[in-house]
């Protein structure tokens, strides 16, 4: 996707550009967080002896290189963040895009991408690069695309954007649906030294459509601030990524405040709430947590479900997440728990259980839970299957 900036890039600079993993052929090594990826990168920068560097992404990549800006800000000389966010969309958005994935492939992200990634006039107009894209994520591994949807998440640096100490140039696409001006402008207030660059006509791969204006942009940013001879490097996009709200997201509402009279943990160890509500809000859902706890009457009873049922139990290390769904299910078709199998079939689905694991579960809870009781999960664990794993139109 850098292609057309390559040649005026190289002129006077280094250039070192990276695929993605399972991305443009590169070996499908599933990761967990963006910071690992930036852990990578720096070590293959340590390898060609790269210490100090520019550098340029793109969607996923420009998260990269908030994240390396953040935690090796010693290495990163300037950065150029291009359809960048420091929240892509919503962490539900994500998880659910990689259950999809998991289920139908990657065919329903391919036919969607053009639409995502280009302006209709230019999708109408070239026909070739609309094909690339599309074939482009065909051919990435789906294990690493479901662990990219995994790593954006979780990714929010939000709260840290103050704390980018290098000049930052900030471009995106006036048509950019992805990560539109919006998220950009919240960029720029964020970064001390951050300037906004509106690129017209274009959407979300703005190298691509627009690249002389692209090229121009990062010529001028990496020549003004004059960073020590290194590498540039530019950094593919996520394949589709899942179009984020046209305002930043809002920050999580604040949990309630434990009640007073609510028991305490005993004393000497960690209290386990915080630890369960992240595990809560990573396999139900924010949108679920974040109805649950808005009942102000329940207050006490969540914060029991909270504490013990996520940072005690599910949080123990004796079995994998993909395990405790399996039990959870046959436990709530045996007790006929049908909204709690609706929100653990979603569960499930993102803990990597399939769709023909799950249905086999419930059939074979009909031998020891009885008939009737697996004929009627099975139509609620069907309509959430439904629910979650049906492509984007």
Same mark, same amino acid.
């Given at each position: 996707?850098?292609?057309? #900036?390559?040649?005026?890039?190289?002129?006077?600079?280094?250039?070192?550009?990276?695929?993605?993993?399972?991305? !443009?052929?590169?070996?499908? #090594?599933?990761?967990?967080?963006?910071?690992?990826?930036?852990?990578?990168?720096?070590?293959?920068?340590?390898?060609?002896?790269?210490?100090?560097?520019?550098?340029?992404?793109?969607?996923? @990549?420009?998260?990269?290189?908030?994240?390396?800006?953040?935690?090796? *800000?010693?290495?990163? $000389?300037?950065?150029?963040?291009?359809?960048?966010?420091?929240?892509? @969309?919503?962490?539900? %958005?994500?998880?659910?895009?990689?259950?999809?994935?998991?289920?139908?492939?990657?065919?329903?992200?391919?036919?969607?991408?053009? %639409?995502?990634?280009?302006?209709?006039?230019?999708?109408?107009?070239?026909?070739?690069?609309?094909?690339?894209?599309? #074939?482009?994520?065909?051919?990435?591994?789906?294990?690493?695309?479901?662990?990219?949807?995994?790593? &954006?998440?979780?990714?929010?640096?939000?709260?840290?954007?103050?704390?980018?100490?290098?000049?930052?140039?900030?471009?995106? !696409?006036?048509?950019?649906?992805?990560? !539109?001006?919006?998220?950009?402008?919240? &960029?720029?207030? !964020?970064?001390?030294?951050?300037?906004?660059?509106?690129?017209?006509?274009?959407?979300?791969?703005?190298?691509?459509?627009?690249?002389?204006?692209?090229?121009?942009?990062?010529?001028?940013?990496?020549?003004?601030?004059?960073?020590?001879?290194?590498?540039?490097?530019?950094?593919?996009?996520?394949?589709?990524?899942?179009?984020? *709200?046209?305002?930043?997201?809002?920050?999580? *509402?604040?949990?309630?405040?434990?009640?007073?009279?609510?028991? %305490?943990?005993?004393?000497?160890?960690?209290?386990?709430?915080?630890?369960?509500?992240?595990?809560?809000?990573?396999?139900?859902?924010?949108?679920?947590?974040?109805?649950?706890?808005?009942?102000?009457?329940?207050?006490?009873? #969540?914060?029991?479900?909270?504490?013990?049922?996520?940072?005690?139990?599910?949080?123990?290390?004796? =079995?994998?997440?993909?395990?405790?769904?399996?039990?959870?299910?046959?436990?709530?078709?045996?007790?006929?728990?049908?909204?709690? &199998?609706?929100?653990?079939?979603?569960?499930?689905?993102?803990?990597?259980?399939?769709?023909?694991?799950?249905?086999?579960?419930?059939?074979?809870? $009909?031998?020891?839970?009885? =008939?009737?009781?697996?004929?009627?999960? &099975?139509?609620?664990?069907?309509?959430?299957?439904? %629910?979650?794993?049906? *492509?984007?139109?």
């Amino acid at each position: 996707m850098w292609d057309r #900036q390559i040649p005026e890039l190289t002129r006077d600079r280094r250039v070192v550009r990276f695929d993605l993993p399972g991305h !443009g052929g590169a070996p499908a #090594q599933p990761f967990t967080s963006v910071a690992e990826l930036g852990d990578r990168l720096l070590a293959t920068l340590d390898a060609l002896g790269v210490q100090r560097f520019g550098y340029a992404g793109c969607s996923l @990549g420009g998260a990269v290189g908030l994240d390396l800006a953040l935690r090796a *800000p010693h290495r990163v $000389a300037s950065l150029a963040l291009v359809a960048t966010a420091p929240r892509f @969309g919503t962490a539900d %958005e994500f998880r659910q895009r990689g259950v999809v994935v998991r289920t139908n492939g990657l065919e329903p992200m391919a036919r969607t991408a053009p %639409e995502q990634w280009f302006t209709p006039h230019f999708a109408a107009n070239q026909p070739a690069i609309v094909d690339w894209a599309v #074939q482009m994520v065909r051919t990435t591994d789906a294990a690493c695309y479901v662990a990219a949807c995994e790593a &954006l998440a979780v990714f929010d640096v939000r709260a840290a954007l103050g704390s980018i100490g290098v000049p930052a140039l900030v471009l995106v !696409g006036s048509e950019d649906r992805v990560t !539109g001006p919006a998220e950009a402008r919240t &960029l720029v207030a !964020g970064i001390a030294d951050a300037k906004l660059a509106v690129v017209p006509g274009a959407s979300h791969l703005a190298p691509v459509e627009q690249p002389a204006a692209v090229t121009d942009l990062l010529l001028e940013h990496f020549s003004a601030t004059g960073h020590d001879t290194g590498g540039l490097h530019a950094v593919p996009p996520v394949p589709g990524p899942a179009p984020a *709200p046209a305002e930043p997201v809002p920050a999580t *509402p604040v949990v309630p405040a434990v009640p007073e009279e609510a028991e %305490e943990p005993p004393a000497g160890r960690p209290d386990p709430y915080e630890k369960g509500l992240g595990l809560r809000r990573e396999i139900l859902g924010d949108a679920h947590v974040d109805r649950a706890l808005a009942d102000a009457d329940a207050a006490d009873f #969540q914060e029991l479900v909270t504490r013990y049922a996520w940072g005690e139990v599910w949080a123990r290390e004796g =079995l994998d997440r993909r395990t405790r769904s399996v039990v959870t299910l046959t436990a709530l078709v045996a007790g006929g728990h049908r909204e709690a &199998l609706a929100d653990h079939t979603r569960a499930a689905l993102r803990n990597g259980l399939s769709p023909a694991e799950i249905r086999e579960i419930v059939l074979h809870t $009909a031998v020891y839970c009885g =008939l009737p009781a697996a004929e009627t999960a &099975l139509g609620t664990v069907g309509r959430a299957i439904a %629910e979650e794993t049906t *492509p984007p139109a």
